[in-house]
């Protein structure tokens, strides 16, 4: 019994000796771990804090050019369209420099509303499409979809129209759903596709509680169903 319990010490001495003798010869391996992870760790602090600082320079200049827009909306119309023009490279510049970001998102929505005061269609819709696939999980991205759907019917594009209303529908939180479908079922109809408008009136009236698109939608359906 003795005899075991001392071979059970020796041994525990044994391995505590090898251990100690593995740390010893892997010191300078096990320093550099050490090392390299601080410098990791440290690394990864300076860029959230770069990051943050960029978000918030970005947002602060998005801020003072819409203001500069909405202070220049006074001025004549040359006056006015030179400021804008200004603008819209340095919006447009923010959003390149914040493609997978909100602040990309808003100084993108920030010259499309530059470019739809303007009835650009064209250029609004292309900075409402970009503004939401550089933020599409924000809450602006059912608006930027809604918007860009308004620019796409000016322009004669119902497809396209059609097809930002349905994006825009699907996502929940999306709160303009009873005009969008509205909307949606006027195109339609407009285009003298009025079985889908009138399922989509139906959509519309079947799904939503009465709001003024809903009793709006029910007066199209009647009159469409009678026409049949």
Request: hydrophobic share 50%; proline share 1%; glycine share 6%.
């Amino acid at each position: 019994m003795a005899k075991a319990t001392r071979q059970k010490a020796e041994e525990g001495v044994t391995l505590q000796h090898r251990i100690s003798a593995f740390l010893i010869k892997q010191r300078l391996v096990i320093i550099g771990i050490i090392v390299a992870l601080f410098v990791i760790i440290g690394a990864l602090v300076a860029i959230t804090v770069i990051a943050d600082g960029k978000r918030d320079a970005a947002f602060t200049k998005i801020d003072t050019l819409v203001g500069q827009w909405n202070d220049a909306k006074s001025a004549d119309a040359a006056a006015l369209a030179g400021t804008e023009d200004g603008i819209i490279a340095e919006l447009d510049k923010i959003a390149s420099g914040n493609r997978r970001s909100f602040a990309g998102a808003r100084a993108g929505m920030a010259a499309a509303e530059i470019y739809f005061s303007r009835k650009d269609w064209k250029n609004a819709e292309e900075r409402y499409a970009a503004a939401v696939k550089a933020a599409p999980d924000a809450y602006t991205a059912g608006l930027c979809f809604f918007n860009a759907s308004v620019c796409a019917d000016e322009l004669g594009n119902s497809d396209a129209a059609v097809a930002y209303l349905e994006k825009a529908l699907a996502i929940e939180t999306f709160p303009m759903k009873t005009r969008a479908l509205f909307n949606m079922a006027r195109i339609l109809e407009m285009n003298g596709q009025n079985d889908k408008a009138i399922a989509t009136y139906e959509r519309l009236t079947g799904d939503y509680a009465e709001d003024e698109w809903t009793l709006l939608g029910k007066s199209r359906l009647i009159e469409l169903n009678l026409n049949k």
